[in-house]
Protein backbone atom coordinates (compact mmCIF):
# COMPACT_ATOMS: atom_id res chain seq x y z
CA UNK A 1 0.00 0.00 0.00
CA UNK A 2 1.42 3.15 -0.95
CA UNK A 3 1.54 5.69 1.91
CA UNK A 4 -0.54 8.73 1.05
CA UNK A 5 1.96 11.92 0.33
CA UNK A 6 0.67 15.60 1.76
CA UNK A 7 -0.04 16.86 -1.63
CA UNK A 8 -2.43 14.35 -1.61
CA UNK A 9 -3.87 15.05 1.84
CA UNK A 10 -4.23 18.64 0.67
CA UNK A 11 -6.41 17.60 -2.63
CA UNK A 12 -8.82 15.69 -0.62
CA UNK A 13 -9.67 18.20 2.08
CA UNK A 14 -12.47 20.65 1.52
CA UNK A 15 -12.07 24.27 0.09
CA UNK A 16 -12.59 25.68 3.38
CA UNK A 17 -9.70 23.82 4.88
CA UNK A 18 -7.98 26.67 3.08
CA UNK A 19 -9.05 29.34 4.52
CA UNK A 20 -8.95 32.44 6.98
CA UNK A 21 -9.47 30.23 10.59
CA UNK A 22 -13.01 31.05 11.50
CA UNK A 23 -13.59 32.45 13.91
CA UNK A 24 -11.46 35.66 13.04
CA UNK A 25 -10.18 37.71 16.45
CA UNK A 26 -10.97 41.11 15.99
CA UNK A 27 -9.44 44.01 18.29
CA UNK A 28 -13.05 44.25 19.98
CA UNK A 29 -13.58 40.39 19.32
CA UNK A 30 -14.07 37.06 17.50
CA UNK A 31 -16.48 37.05 14.76
CA UNK A 32 -17.81 34.15 12.56
CA UNK A 33 -18.43 34.49 9.22
CA UNK A 34 -20.22 32.03 6.20
CA UNK A 35 -18.06 30.46 3.33
CA UNK A 36 -19.28 30.47 -0.31
CA UNK A 37 -17.47 29.63 -3.09
CA UNK A 38 -14.17 29.96 -1.34
CA UNK A 39 -15.40 33.62 -0.23
CA UNK A 40 -15.29 34.18 3.84
CA UNK A 41 -18.40 36.76 4.28
CA UNK A 42 -18.24 38.69 7.43
CA UNK A 43 -21.40 41.11 7.81
CA UNK A 44 -22.76 43.39 10.52
CA UNK A 45 -19.35 43.97 12.25
CA UNK A 46 -19.28 46.81 14.27
CA UNK A 47 -16.67 49.44 14.30
CA UNK A 48 -18.03 52.26 16.84
CA UNK A 49 -20.62 52.54 19.08
CA UNK A 50 -24.15 52.92 18.38
CA UNK A 51 -24.70 57.09 18.18
CA UNK A 52 -28.05 56.80 20.40
CA UNK A 53 -28.76 58.99 23.25
CA UNK A 54 -26.23 61.45 24.32
CA UNK A 55 -23.77 60.12 22.03
CA UNK A 56 -26.75 61.38 18.94
CA UNK A 57 -24.50 63.38 16.47
CA UNK A 58 -21.40 63.42 18.40
CA UNK A 59 -18.17 61.86 16.39
CA UNK A 60 -17.57 58.27 16.57
CA UNK A 61 -16.95 56.42 20.13
CA UNK A 62 -15.19 53.59 20.38
CA UNK A 63 -17.38 50.27 20.24
CA UNK A 64 -17.59 48.27 23.33
CA UNK A 65 -15.60 44.70 23.04
CA UNK A 66 -17.33 41.53 23.25
CA UNK A 67 -15.87 37.97 24.30
CA UNK A 68 -18.04 35.41 22.93
CA UNK A 69 -17.80 34.32 19.29
CA UNK A 70 -20.08 37.07 17.17
CA UNK A 71 -22.19 35.73 14.43
CA UNK A 72 -21.37 37.90 11.44
CA UNK A 73 -23.86 36.20 9.24
CA UNK A 74 -26.43 39.07 8.75
CA UNK A 75 -25.77 42.48 7.34
CA UNK A 76 -26.51 45.80 10.11
CA UNK A 77 -29.43 47.61 10.24
CA UNK A 78 -29.15 50.90 7.18
CA UNK A 79 -28.84 53.98 8.65
CA UNK A 80 -31.76 56.11 9.39
CA UNK A 81 -33.44 57.17 5.93
CA UNK A 82 -36.27 57.65 3.68
CA UNK A 83 -36.49 55.43 1.33
CA UNK A 84 -36.62 56.06 -2.70
CA UNK A 85 -40.05 56.58 -4.20
CA UNK A 86 -41.84 53.67 -5.89
CA UNK A 87 -40.29 52.76 -9.26
CA UNK A 88 -36.52 55.14 -8.91
CA UNK A 89 -34.31 53.49 -10.26
CA UNK A 90 -32.46 53.19 -7.37
CA UNK A 91 -35.05 51.79 -5.03
CA UNK A 92 -34.33 48.18 -3.47
CA UNK A 93 -35.49 46.50 -0.37
CA UNK A 94 -33.71 46.67 2.52
CA UNK A 95 -34.22 45.84 6.47
CA UNK A 96 -35.51 48.11 9.15
CA UNK A 97 -33.36 51.47 9.34
CA UNK A 98 -32.10 52.10 12.86
CA UNK A 99 -29.45 54.75 14.68
CA UNK A 100 -27.72 51.95 15.77
CA UNK A 101 -26.29 51.27 12.40
CA UNK A 102 -22.36 52.18 12.05
CA UNK A 103 -21.06 48.23 10.84
CA UNK A 104 -19.84 47.61 8.11
CA UNK A 105 -18.70 44.08 6.24
CA UNK A 106 -15.74 41.86 4.93
CA UNK A 107 -15.07 39.49 1.64
CA UNK A 108 -12.20 37.53 1.81
CA UNK A 109 -11.15 34.76 -0.23
CA UNK A 110 -7.58 34.83 1.48
CA UNK A 111 -5.81 31.89 3.23
CA UNK A 112 -3.72 33.38 5.93
CA UNK A 113 -3.85 36.50 7.31
CA UNK A 114 -0.13 36.59 6.10
CA UNK A 115 -1.14 37.21 2.43
CA UNK A 116 -1.62 40.80 2.75
CA UNK A 117 -4.14 40.98 0.54
CA UNK A 118 -4.93 44.30 -1.27
CA UNK A 119 -8.03 46.14 0.45
CA UNK A 120 -10.53 47.69 -1.03
CA UNK A 121 -13.49 50.13 1.00
CA UNK A 122 -16.37 50.48 -0.59
CA UNK A 123 -18.41 54.05 0.04
CA UNK A 124 -22.49 53.60 -1.15
CA UNK A 125 -24.10 56.63 -2.58
CA UNK A 126 -26.99 58.23 -2.31
CA UNK A 127 -26.96 61.96 -1.85
CA UNK A 128 -25.76 61.90 2.07
CA UNK A 129 -29.20 60.61 2.76
CA UNK A 130 -29.91 57.13 1.65
CA UNK A 131 -28.19 53.86 1.03
CA UNK A 132 -26.45 51.46 3.37
CA UNK A 133 -23.53 48.61 2.79
CA UNK A 134 -25.63 46.02 2.36
CA UNK A 135 -26.87 46.55 -1.26
CA UNK A 136 -26.74 43.36 -3.10
CA UNK A 137 -24.61 45.33 -6.35
CA UNK A 138 -22.23 45.78 -3.66
CA UNK A 139 -21.85 42.12 -3.09
CA UNK A 140 -17.61 41.83 -2.48
CA UNK A 141 -17.62 38.30 -3.66
CA UNK A 142 -15.57 38.87 -6.91
CA UNK A 143 -13.70 41.24 -6.07
CA UNK A 144 -12.57 38.56 -3.13
CA UNK A 145 -12.53 35.93 -5.55
CA UNK A 146 -9.81 38.07 -8.16
CA UNK A 147 -7.82 38.44 -4.38
CA UNK A 148 -8.60 41.40 -3.06
CA UNK A 149 -10.43 41.96 0.45
CA UNK A 150 -13.74 44.10 0.40
CA UNK A 151 -15.34 46.00 2.48
CA UNK A 152 -18.31 48.51 2.64
CA UNK A 153 -19.50 50.52 5.39
CA UNK A 154 -22.60 52.04 6.79
CA UNK A 155 -22.32 55.67 8.11
CA UNK A 156 -25.13 58.09 9.43
CA UNK A 157 -27.37 59.96 6.68
CA UNK A 158 -29.19 62.80 6.56
CA UNK A 159 -30.23 64.92 9.69
CA UNK A 160 -28.22 62.53 12.12
CA UNK A 161 -24.67 62.70 9.68
CA UNK A 162 -24.62 66.40 8.82
CA UNK A 163 -26.10 68.63 11.70
CA UNK A 164 -24.27 71.36 12.99
CA UNK A 165 -25.75 73.58 15.97
CA UNK A 166 -23.20 75.89 18.36
CA UNK A 167 -24.18 73.17 21.45
CA UNK A 168 -22.46 70.49 19.19
CA UNK A 169 -19.44 72.54 18.75
CA UNK A 170 -19.64 73.52 22.89
CA UNK A 171 -19.07 70.52 23.57
CA UNK A 172 -16.95 69.34 21.27
CA UNK A 173 -12.98 68.98 21.71
CA UNK A 174 -12.42 70.09 18.58
CA UNK A 175 -14.87 72.81 18.23
CA UNK A 176 -16.42 71.09 15.08
CA UNK A 177 -19.67 69.84 14.76
CA UNK A 178 -21.60 68.99 11.42
CA UNK A 179 -19.92 66.23 9.31
CA UNK A 180 -20.64 63.35 12.08
CA UNK A 181 -21.11 61.30 8.65
CA UNK A 182 -17.76 61.36 7.46
CA UNK A 183 -16.31 60.75 10.80
CA UNK A 184 -18.05 57.62 10.43
CA UNK A 185 -15.91 56.79 7.62
CA UNK A 186 -12.86 57.89 9.01
CA UNK A 187 -13.57 55.48 12.35
CA UNK A 188 -14.12 52.50 9.37
CA UNK A 189 -10.79 53.20 7.93
CA UNK A 190 -9.72 53.13 11.50
CA UNK A 191 -11.19 49.61 12.27
CA UNK A 192 -9.63 48.56 8.45
CA UNK A 193 -5.72 49.57 9.26
CA UNK A 194 -6.45 47.77 12.69
CA UNK A 195 -8.29 44.76 11.81
CA UNK A 196 -7.95 43.55 8.11
CA UNK A 197 -4.86 42.02 8.40
CA UNK A 198 -6.99 39.36 10.21
CA UNK A 199 -8.95 38.41 7.35
CA UNK A 200 -5.77 38.19 4.72
CA UNK A 201 -5.51 42.51 4.10
CA UNK A 202 -3.08 44.86 4.12
CA UNK A 203 -3.73 47.77 6.22
CA UNK A 204 -0.48 49.47 4.17
CA UNK A 205 -2.44 49.38 0.92
CA UNK A 206 -5.94 50.34 1.30
CA UNK A 207 -7.94 51.93 -1.68
CA UNK A 208 -11.14 53.85 -1.63
CA UNK A 209 -13.63 53.82 -3.69
CA UNK A 210 -17.42 55.25 -4.38
CA UNK A 211 -20.43 56.80 -6.54
CA UNK A 212 -22.09 59.62 -6.06
CA UNK A 213 -22.04 60.66 -2.36
CA UNK A 214 -19.76 57.54 -2.30
CA UNK A 215 -17.53 59.52 -4.36
CA UNK A 216 -18.29 63.06 -2.52
CA UNK A 217 -16.73 61.10 0.17
CA UNK A 218 -14.25 59.78 -1.20
CA UNK A 219 -12.57 63.52 -2.32
CA UNK A 220 -13.36 64.29 1.17
CA UNK A 221 -11.68 61.97 2.46
CA UNK A 222 -8.64 62.65 0.30
CA UNK A 223 -8.35 66.19 1.13
CA UNK A 224 -9.19 65.54 5.33
CA UNK A 225 -5.84 65.36 7.35
CA UNK A 226 -8.08 62.91 9.37
CA UNK A 227 -7.70 60.25 6.59
CA UNK A 228 -3.38 60.85 6.11
CA UNK A 229 -2.09 57.09 6.54
CA UNK A 230 -4.92 55.14 6.09
CA UNK A 231 -5.85 55.25 2.69
CA UNK A 232 -3.77 54.39 -0.33
CA UNK A 233 -5.89 54.89 -3.59
CA UNK A 234 -8.83 56.88 -4.42
CA UNK A 235 -11.15 55.98 -6.98
CA UNK A 236 -14.36 58.87 -7.09
CA UNK A 237 -17.44 57.47 -9.78
CA UNK A 238 -19.42 60.82 -10.57
CA UNK A 239 -18.83 62.98 -7.28
CA UNK A 240 -16.92 65.31 -6.08
CA UNK A 241 -16.91 68.95 -3.84
CA UNK A 242 -14.77 71.67 -5.52
CA UNK A 243 -18.23 74.33 -5.33
CA UNK A 244 -19.01 76.56 -2.71
CA UNK A 245 -19.12 75.00 0.86
CA UNK A 246 -21.15 76.00 3.45
CA UNK A 247 -19.16 77.25 6.57
CA UNK A 248 -19.85 76.05 10.17
CA UNK A 249 -20.97 79.12 11.00
CA UNK A 250 -24.07 78.81 8.14
CA UNK A 251 -24.54 75.30 9.68
CA UNK A 252 -24.92 75.94 13.28
CA UNK A 253 -27.10 78.46 12.54
CA UNK A 254 -29.36 76.10 10.33
CA UNK A 255 -29.19 73.43 12.75
CA UNK A 256 -30.52 76.06 15.15
CA UNK A 257 -33.96 76.58 13.50
CA UNK A 258 -34.42 72.73 14.85
CA UNK A 259 -33.89 73.52 18.43
CA UNK A 260 -31.99 72.86 21.46
CA UNK A 261 -29.55 69.81 21.87
CA UNK A 262 -31.49 68.36 24.81
CA UNK A 263 -34.43 69.36 23.02
CA UNK A 264 -33.36 67.21 19.99
CA UNK A 265 -31.65 64.51 21.14
CA UNK A 266 -35.08 63.76 23.73
CA UNK A 267 -36.76 63.17 20.60
CA UNK A 268 -37.70 59.77 18.57
CA UNK A 269 -35.67 59.12 15.91
CA UNK A 270 -38.38 58.91 13.36
CA UNK A 271 -39.26 62.85 14.38
CA UNK A 272 -36.18 63.77 13.78
CA UNK A 273 -36.14 62.58 10.22
CA UNK A 274 -39.59 63.82 9.59
CA UNK A 275 -37.92 67.27 11.23
CA UNK A 276 -35.53 67.41 8.57
CA UNK A 277 -33.71 64.85 5.98
CA UNK A 278 -31.23 67.35 4.41
CA UNK A 279 -27.58 66.52 4.24
CA UNK A 280 -25.07 69.47 3.93
CA UNK A 281 -21.19 69.26 4.76
CA UNK A 282 -19.63 72.04 6.48
CA UNK A 283 -15.90 73.73 6.67
CA UNK A 284 -15.97 72.46 10.34
CA UNK A 285 -12.21 73.66 11.07
CA UNK A 286 -11.51 69.68 12.03
CA UNK A 287 -12.79 66.89 9.14
CA UNK A 288 -12.32 70.03 6.95
CA UNK A 289 -10.36 72.41 7.85
CA UNK A 290 -10.94 74.27 4.21
CA UNK A 291 -13.38 73.92 1.46
CA UNK A 292 -12.46 71.09 -1.11
CA UNK A 293 -10.86 73.27 -3.69
CA UNK A 294 -8.72 75.12 -1.55
CA UNK A 295 -7.03 71.37 0.00
CA UNK A 296 -6.04 70.77 -3.61
CA UNK A 297 -5.21 74.21 -4.54
CA UNK A 298 -2.57 74.36 -2.01
CA UNK A 299 -1.15 70.95 -2.47
CA UNK A 300 -2.34 69.75 1.03
CA UNK A 301 -4.67 66.77 -0.10
CA UNK A 302 -3.61 62.86 0.71
CA UNK A 303 -1.32 62.22 -2.07
CA UNK A 304 -2.31 59.24 -3.40
CA UNK A 305 -2.98 57.62 -6.84
CA UNK A 306 -6.75 58.65 -8.47
CA UNK A 307 -8.99 57.20 -10.96
CA UNK A 308 -12.16 59.57 -11.33
CA UNK A 309 -14.81 59.36 -13.99
CA UNK A 310 -18.17 59.96 -15.02
CA UNK A 311 -20.84 58.58 -16.82
CA UNK A 312 -22.69 59.95 -20.78
CA UNK A 313 -25.98 60.10 -19.18
CA UNK A 314 -26.04 61.24 -15.89
CA UNK A 315 -28.86 63.56 -16.17
CA UNK A 316 -31.74 61.39 -17.27
CA UNK A 317 -32.51 59.62 -13.84
CA UNK A 318 -32.85 63.24 -12.25
CA UNK A 319 -34.44 65.24 -14.97
CA UNK A 320 -37.46 63.02 -15.41
CA UNK A 321 -40.23 65.58 -16.31
CA UNK A 322 -38.12 66.32 -19.28
CA UNK A 323 -40.63 65.53 -22.64
CA UNK A 324 -38.55 64.45 -26.05
CA UNK A 325 -38.63 67.79 -27.11
CA UNK A 326 -38.29 71.61 -25.91
CA UNK A 327 -39.37 74.40 -27.88
CA UNK A 328 -37.58 77.45 -28.64
CA UNK A 329 -38.98 79.24 -26.58
CA UNK A 330 -38.89 77.51 -23.63
CA UNK A 331 -35.01 76.59 -24.13
CA UNK A 332 -34.25 79.74 -24.37
CA UNK A 333 -36.20 81.00 -21.10
CA UNK A 334 -34.35 78.56 -19.03
CA UNK A 335 -30.88 78.70 -20.29
CA UNK A 336 -31.08 82.68 -19.37
CA UNK A 337 -32.82 81.73 -16.28
CA UNK A 338 -29.64 79.54 -15.24
CA UNK A 339 -26.62 81.48 -16.66
CA UNK A 340 -28.21 85.07 -17.08
CA UNK A 341 -25.47 87.20 -19.62
CA UNK A 342 -23.62 83.80 -19.87
CA UNK A 343 -26.48 82.21 -21.97
CA UNK A 344 -24.90 83.20 -25.63
CA UNK A 345 -21.24 81.72 -24.48
CA UNK A 346 -23.64 78.57 -23.14
CA UNK A 347 -25.29 77.94 -26.58
CA UNK A 348 -21.68 78.14 -28.47
CA UNK A 349 -20.58 75.59 -26.13
CA UNK A 350 -23.67 73.60 -26.48
CA UNK A 351 -25.33 74.50 -29.99
CA UNK A 352 -28.77 73.08 -30.85
CA UNK A 353 -31.38 73.98 -33.43
CA UNK A 354 -34.22 71.37 -33.52
CA UNK A 355 -36.66 70.89 -29.98
CA UNK A 356 -35.09 67.42 -29.71
CA UNK A 357 -31.08 68.77 -29.94
CA UNK A 358 -32.78 71.20 -27.24
CA UNK A 359 -33.42 68.31 -24.43
CA UNK A 360 -30.28 67.24 -25.09
CA UNK A 361 -27.98 70.49 -24.40
CA UNK A 362 -30.21 70.37 -21.45
CA UNK A 363 -29.39 67.30 -20.35
CA UNK A 364 -25.57 67.09 -21.28
CA UNK A 365 -25.18 70.47 -19.98
CA UNK A 366 -26.68 69.18 -16.26
CA UNK A 367 -24.31 66.71 -16.44
CA UNK A 368 -21.15 68.34 -17.04
CA UNK A 369 -22.39 70.75 -14.56
CA UNK A 370 -23.03 68.60 -11.70
CA UNK A 371 -20.87 65.93 -12.78
CA UNK A 372 -18.59 66.53 -15.46
CA UNK A 373 -16.88 69.74 -14.29
CA UNK A 374 -16.64 67.94 -10.87
CA UNK A 375 -14.39 65.00 -11.91
CA UNK A 376 -12.42 66.65 -14.71
CA UNK A 377 -11.44 69.71 -11.59
CA UNK A 378 -10.64 66.70 -9.58
CA UNK A 379 -8.30 65.23 -11.74
CA UNK A 380 -6.94 68.55 -12.97
CA UNK A 381 -5.89 69.66 -9.26
CA UNK A 382 -4.00 66.29 -8.58
CA UNK A 383 -2.34 66.38 -11.73
CA UNK A 384 -1.54 70.67 -10.88
CA UNK A 385 -0.56 70.06 -7.12
CA UNK A 386 0.29 66.30 -6.62
CA UNK A 387 2.78 64.19 -7.37
CA UNK A 388 0.62 60.24 -7.90
CA UNK A 389 -0.75 59.80 -11.32
CA UNK A 390 -4.23 60.10 -12.27
CA UNK A 391 -6.15 58.27 -14.50
CA UNK A 392 -9.73 59.63 -15.96
CA UNK A 393 -12.68 57.70 -17.82
CA UNK A 394 -15.78 58.03 -19.14
CA UNK A 395 -18.80 55.47 -19.08
CA UNK A 396 -20.95 55.42 -22.09
CA UNK A 397 -22.25 51.49 -22.38
CA UNK A 398 -25.57 51.58 -22.34
CA UNK A 399 -27.07 48.66 -20.13
CA UNK A 400 -29.59 46.29 -21.86
CA UNK A 401 -33.39 46.68 -20.46
CA UNK A 402 -36.71 47.96 -21.44
CA UNK A 403 -35.51 51.42 -20.15
CA UNK A 404 -32.44 51.80 -21.99
CA UNK A 405 -33.43 54.55 -24.90
CA UNK A 406 -35.16 56.52 -21.86
CA UNK A 407 -31.96 56.64 -19.20
CA UNK A 408 -29.03 55.51 -21.62
CA UNK A 409 -25.65 55.03 -19.35
CA UNK A 410 -27.54 56.72 -16.52
CA UNK A 411 -25.90 58.04 -12.82
CA UNK A 412 -24.91 54.82 -11.20
CA UNK A 413 -24.93 52.64 -14.37
CA UNK A 414 -21.34 51.79 -13.73
CA UNK A 415 -21.64 50.01 -10.63
CA UNK A 416 -22.56 46.47 -11.65
CA UNK A 417 -19.66 46.23 -13.89
CA UNK A 418 -17.26 47.17 -11.74
CA UNK A 419 -18.49 45.10 -8.76
CA UNK A 420 -19.22 41.97 -11.87
CA UNK A 421 -22.54 41.65 -10.60
CA UNK A 422 -25.11 41.82 -13.27
CA UNK A 423 -28.52 40.97 -11.96
CA UNK A 424 -30.64 38.70 -14.04
CA UNK A 425 -33.52 41.13 -13.98
CA UNK A 426 -31.65 42.39 -17.58
CA UNK A 427 -30.97 40.75 -20.55
CA UNK A 428 -27.35 41.44 -20.33
CA UNK A 429 -25.03 40.52 -23.84
CA UNK A 430 -21.36 38.83 -23.98
CA UNK A 431 -20.35 42.69 -24.56
CA UNK A 432 -21.45 43.61 -20.99
CA UNK A 433 -19.93 40.58 -19.52
CA UNK A 434 -16.67 41.39 -21.31
CA UNK A 435 -16.55 45.33 -20.37
CA UNK A 436 -17.92 43.89 -16.40
CA UNK A 437 -14.48 41.72 -16.54
CA UNK A 438 -12.09 44.43 -17.71
CA UNK A 439 -13.80 47.54 -15.30
CA UNK A 440 -12.59 44.77 -12.56
CA UNK A 441 -9.17 44.00 -13.70
CA UNK A 442 -8.73 47.97 -13.99
CA UNK A 443 -9.74 48.66 -10.90
CA UNK A 444 -7.89 45.63 -8.95
CA UNK A 445 -4.73 46.26 -10.99
CA UNK A 446 -5.10 49.77 -9.53
CA UNK A 447 -6.25 48.80 -6.00
CA UNK A 448 -2.46 46.44 -6.42
CA UNK A 449 -0.13 48.88 -7.49
CA UNK A 450 -1.65 52.45 -8.21
CA UNK A 451 -2.12 51.80 -12.19
CA UNK A 452 -4.95 50.10 -14.00
CA UNK A 453 -3.05 49.02 -16.63
CA UNK A 454 -2.44 45.13 -16.92
CA UNK A 455 -2.11 42.20 -19.54
CA UNK A 456 -4.70 41.89 -21.83
CA UNK A 457 -6.11 45.19 -20.66
CA UNK A 458 -6.20 48.29 -23.66
CA UNK A 459 -4.20 50.79 -22.38
CA UNK A 460 -5.12 53.62 -20.08
CA UNK A 461 -2.90 56.82 -20.25
CA UNK A 462 -2.40 59.10 -17.43
CA UNK A 463 -4.12 62.27 -17.10
CA UNK A 464 -1.97 65.14 -18.12
CA UNK A 465 -2.78 68.51 -18.09
CA UNK A 466 -1.10 69.11 -21.72
CA UNK A 467 -2.80 65.62 -22.93
CA UNK A 468 -6.22 65.21 -21.18
CA UNK A 469 -6.64 61.87 -22.17
CA UNK A 470 -9.82 59.74 -20.88
CA UNK A 471 -10.71 56.26 -21.33
CA UNK A 472 -13.71 55.08 -22.60
CA UNK A 473 -15.91 52.43 -21.37
CA UNK A 474 -18.63 51.90 -23.83
CA UNK A 475 -19.26 49.32 -26.59
CA UNK A 476 -15.46 49.16 -27.16
CA UNK A 477 -13.05 50.03 -24.41
CA UNK A 478 -11.10 53.03 -26.15
CA UNK A 479 -9.45 56.28 -25.13
CA UNK A 480 -10.41 60.23 -25.96
CA UNK A 481 -9.10 63.29 -25.51
CA UNK A 482 -11.08 66.18 -24.22
CA UNK A 483 -13.85 64.52 -23.15
CA UNK A 484 -16.43 66.85 -23.13
CA UNK A 485 -14.38 69.61 -23.23
CA UNK A 486 -16.14 72.93 -24.62
CA UNK A 487 -19.24 72.42 -21.96
CA UNK A 488 -16.71 71.67 -18.89
CA UNK A 489 -14.72 74.83 -20.36
CA UNK A 490 -17.99 76.85 -20.35
CA UNK A 491 -18.08 75.85 -16.43
CA UNK A 492 -14.81 76.26 -15.66
CA UNK A 493 -15.51 80.00 -16.62
CA UNK A 494 -18.44 80.09 -14.62
CA UNK A 495 -17.05 79.06 -11.68
CA UNK A 496 -13.91 81.21 -12.28
CA UNK A 497 -16.75 83.85 -12.22
CA UNK A 498 -17.78 83.04 -8.85
CA UNK A 499 -20.55 80.61 -10.15
CA UNK A 500 -19.15 77.75 -7.90
Known amino acids: MNPVTLPTIFALLPLAAFAIQDPVATKSGPVSGAASEGVQTYKGIPFAAPPVGDLRWKAPQPVAAWKQVRQATAFGAPCVQTPYAAGSLYASAMPPVSEDCLSLNVWTAAKSPAEKRPVMVWIHGGALTRGWGGTPTYDGGNFAKKGVVLVTVNYRLGVFGFFAHPELTAESPHRASGNQG ?298 RADVQKSGLDFFETQSRRGAR
Open 182 to 479: LLDQVAALRWVHENISAFGGDPGNVTIFGESAGSWSVNYLMATPLAKGLIHRVIGESGAAFSVMRSLTDGEKAGEKLGTLKDLRAKSADEIQKASSAAVTVVDGWMLREPVHAIFAAGKQNDVPLIAGFNADEATAFLTTLGPAVPAEAFERQIKERFGDSAEAFKKAYPASTPQENRQVLLDSWRDQVFGWQMRTWARQQTKTGKSPVYHYFFSRVPPGPSSARFGAYHAAEIAYVFGNLAASRPWQNADRTLSEAMQNYWINFAKTGDPNGKGLAAWPKFALDAEVSIEFGDAIRT
